[in-house]
């Protein structure tokens, strides 16, 4: 997807300084295209955020869930990384019952995608094996959204060459699925192409090019979520802004952004990396208030 070329294109980052259940009431209704956010997980970040204990946590976030429902437009999307927390030996259940309250909160669960942590950190437990994967959770209003699934397509692999060589008769007629479904495939229609869709999993590593926050995550992340469900010039949301990768990723994508942060260390840290973002085209004007971002012309 090719970004605008208006000849004078205004590009906006917004760094709001508090705590998200507040600062989202001053975003107006319907007004974001996509929200992309990691919040502190069950028991954790205690020493930047006080953690918040597993049995207290769907309490805890559902108010602000309520103010996210608010501010997606209709044709919006919410996709939530977050992960179960082992306690006393076993699974917590709360990121379940989580989805479970948000389902009678109004939202649809649309989709989940598994975050496949390709380094992820060795370990040795008694009872289990290292994590080398997370959630990311899909919810909309409506049922019908933005999506732009062209904007992620991935190589056709290997699997083509042998495949694709030699097809019988049935691979070049739209065959039956062998379950009854209805539903059937040609295989010949692929002959020409060069490109697949991705699937639900996404292979990426942990490392970032940020240090200075507890839990960030790799720029990629936000990144395909932002190619799949907005187009240049939307609005991306992140109320749990930490090192502001959202925001950053955002912008260099033509996108506009707006960043919630507690910690106002955070918050000046995003500011000034703001600033760095393409400095012959960028201008911040504002500490914690919207910072409107002027881009004079498309350069690619």
């Given at each position: 997807?090719?970004?605008?070329?208006?000849?004078?294109?205004?590009?906006?980052?917004?760094?709001?300084?508090?705590?998200?259940?507040?600062?989202?009431?001053?975003?107006?209704?319907?007004?974001?295209?996509?929200?992309?956010?990691?919040?502190?997980?069950?028991?954790?970040?205690?020493?930047?955020?006080?953690?918040?204990?597993?049995?207290?946590?769907?309490?805890?976030?559902?108010?602000?869930?309520?103010?996210?429902?608010?501010?997606?437009?209709?044709?919006?999307?919410?996709?939530?990384?977050?992960?179960?927390?082992?306690?006393?030996?076993?699974?917590?259940?709360?990121?379940?019952?989580?989805?479970?309250?948000?389902?009678?909160?109004?939202?649809?669960?649309?989709?989940?995608?598994?975050?496949?942590?390709?380094?992820?950190?060795?370990?040795?437990w008694p009872n289990r094996f290292r994590d080398a994967w997370e959630r990311l959770l899909q919810f909309n209003k409506s049922r019908k959204f933005n999506m732009y699934q062209e904007e992620v397509m991935v190589p056709m692999g290997d699997w083509a060459t042998s495949r694709l060589k030699n097809l019988?008769?049935t691979d070049k007629i739209r065959d039956n699925s062998k379950v009854g479904s209805g539903f059937g495939k040609n295989i010949s229609n692929w002959l020409e192409r060069d490109k697949a869709y991705p699937t639900n999993v996404l292979h990426l590593a942990t490392e970032c090019s940020n240090k200075n926050?507890?839990?960030?995550?790799?720029?990629?992340?936000?990144?395909?979520?932002?190619?799949?469900?907005?187009?240049?010039?939307?609005?991306?949301?992140?109320?749990?802004?930490?090192?502001?990768?959202?925001?950053?990723?955002?912008?260099?994508?033509?996108?506009?952004?707006?960043?919630?942060?507690?910690?106002?260390?955070?918050?000046?840290?995003?500011?000034?990396?703001?600033?760095?973002?393409?400095?012959?085209?960028?201008?911040?004007?504002?500490?914690?208030?919207?910072?409107?971002?002027?881009?004079?012309?498309?350069?690619?």
């Amino acid at each position: 997807m090719k970004p605008l070329s208006n000849e004078k294109m205004k590009l906006t980052a917004h760094v709001y300084l508090g705590d998200s259940k507040e600062q989202l009431k001053r975003l107006p209704d319907d007004s974001v295209d996509l929200i992309v956010t990691s919040p502190p997980y069950a028991d954790q970040r205690k020493s930047t955020y006080g953690g918040i204990h597993h049995d207290d946590y769907v309490e805890w976030f559902l108010p602000i869930s309520a103010e996210l429902l608010r501010v997606l437009k209709p044709t919006g999307t919410f996709v939530l990384n977050i992960k179960e927390k082992v306690v006393e030996g076993e699974r917590s259940t709360y990121v379940m019952e989580l989805i479970l309250a948000m389902r009678k909160q109004g939202w649809l669960w649309t989709e989940e995608f598994i975050w496949h942590k390709k380094n992820c950190y060795p370990g040795k437990w008694p009872n289990r094996f290292r994590d080398a994967w997370e959630r990311l959770l899909q919810f909309n209003k409506s049922r019908k959204f933005n999506m732009y699934q062209e904007e992620v397509m991935v190589p056709m692999g290997d699997w083509a060459t042998s495949r694709l060589k030699n097809l019988s008769a049935t691979d070049k007629i739209r065959d039956n699925s062998k379950v009854g479904s209805g539903f059937g495939k040609n295989i010949s229609n692929w002959l020409e192409r060069d490109k697949a869709y991705p699937t639900n999993v996404l292979h990426l590593a942990t490392e970032c090019s940020n240090k200075n926050h507890s839990a960030a995550f790799p720029e990629e992340l936000p990144e395909w979520f932002i190619k799949l469900f907005t187009k240049p010039d939307d609005l991306i949301l992140d109320p749990f802004m930490g090192s502001g990768t959202t925001l950053l990723v955002a912008n260099r994508m033509w996108r506009n952004a707006i960043g919630i942060e507690v910690v106002p260390e955070y918050c000046e840290m995003v500011k000034e990396k703001l600033k760095l973002l393409e400095p012959p085209l960028f201008e911040t004007k504002t500490k914690y208030e919207p910072a409107e971002l002027k881009r004079r012309a498309a350069v690619r």
